[in-house]
């Protein structure tokens, strides 16, 4: 069953018509080109779908496209309009890829994970839960929780923690 | 993946008549569990009735003090909630324990209680499972049975329920609150979940085209003392081997006044340890107290060599749920091994 939808990516909007089957990973990649997004095991576990929907971080490989109709996404391509986004930069800077597929997901869901923490969400490595979280007292056992649905299967946790933890002024 | 229909009810009774009136249809929500298993082949609906759209997605304060949450609230969004971090904070630290930051902003608190087990012959449509395919057997037992429940199984099935956040809503005694053609019903989050008898690929006691529209919370002092511990393969971002949600309600000299006890990872369902609350109300807490009180509950256990380590998981997490909550008792009792 074939269904049009709208979805604006990285700030550019796109009419498109999608089998419902099509997931938004594959919307993205195969029908608007985008391949900032990589399919790494397209069954929720790896992370290196993640997109920015609507501000939040989402896996794109467990999501059908036509259920996000109207959404804005952002993918790492489109953090930042002139040149590379703090993030980004940070990524360099610290070496935090070897293979660097894993990268655009890693740094799109670092961008959302500092929102999360500076809109004062808890994680499961939060001793008080009552206590205010800020981006600036994340410790390193926050940031390895809350990445932890990014896999980097080259192993560069140490730069990615270096890089999140500097952008984090932490 | 076959041909897929996609409906986009405009209100909760037109999403429930939908799938009611159509045996092919189900429901889709965050898509976290669902989508995996369209890819998989363990899921084959014809149409997909999208309620993840629908106005209900708002945390209401309830005249009791309780809380009422709607079903599309999101686990990262109920997780953070304030009220639910200070009074109910087992069910925040349960949802904190599940899945990734990702999968907490798209799952959502109907959807996460009505995931399916990660049994891996569940998933794996090349092997028999009487959960998947009702009468092809079971592939768990005498298998990979490192997964396998210990209480409460059948010979039909031996799979675990999966959610963290319905162990801790069994603990705290909240209600669940579902919608079908002939209105609104509401069951305690423990009577949602079924055991499989011979009939496991039955997960929960709603009929066909049933939504779960919302999650009821009532305060109590066993809730805002509650804790959830969880066990895994690895430090985040794993199932339970073995979870535990904890409730006290102590006198100031450490009298049990009311206790409630949940565990996951151990049946088809999110497991109430009755019989360990019995033990232990009315007595002076101490950690012996506790592993007695969890040997009551599991002298009904069937474990195999595959989950025999199960047993004193239960005994030593439930014991840790306990001095996380109350770290004034002395660990007066040694891990079991």
Known sequence: MDTSITLTVDGERHGLTVDTRTTLLDALRERLGNTSPKKGCDHGQCGSCTVLVDGR???????????????????????????????QQAFLRHDAYQCGYCTPGQVCSAVGMLDEAARGQPSHVTEDLAAPTSVEDLTDAEIRERMSGNLCRCGAYVGILDAVREVAGA | MKELGYVRPSDP?????????????RFLAGGTNLVDHLKLGVATPETLVDVSHLPLDAVDELADGGLRIGTNVRNS??????????????????????????????????????????????????????KRAPGSGCSAIGGYERDNAVLGASEACVAVHPSDLAVALVAVDATVVSLTSDGERRRPVAELHRLPGDAPDRDTVLEHGELITAVELTPSAAARRSTYVKVRDRASYAFALVSVAVGLDLTDDLTVRDVRIAWGGVAHRPWRATRAEDALRGRALDERAVRAAVDEEIAAATTSAGTAYKLPMLRNTTALAVRRLVPEIAADAEEDR
């Open chain 1, 57 to 87: 971080r989402q896996l794109t490989c467990l999501a059908l496209a036509v259920s996000y109709d109207g959404a804005e996404l952002t993918t790492a391509a489109g953090l930042a309009p002139d040149g590379p986004h703090p993030m």
């Open chain 2, 13 to 25: 009774a037109q999403a429930v008549a939908t799938v009611t009136d159509d045996a092919g249809a």
């Open chain 2, 77 to 130: 969004d109920l997780a953070a909630h304030p009220r639910l971090r200070a009074e109910w904070p087992a069910v925040s630290r349960a949802l904190l324990a599940g899945a990734s930051g990702q999968i907490r902003n798209q799952a959502t608190t109907g959807g996460n209680l009505l995931q399916r087990t990660r049994c891996v012959y569940f998933q794996d449509v090349t092997t028999p499972c009487n």
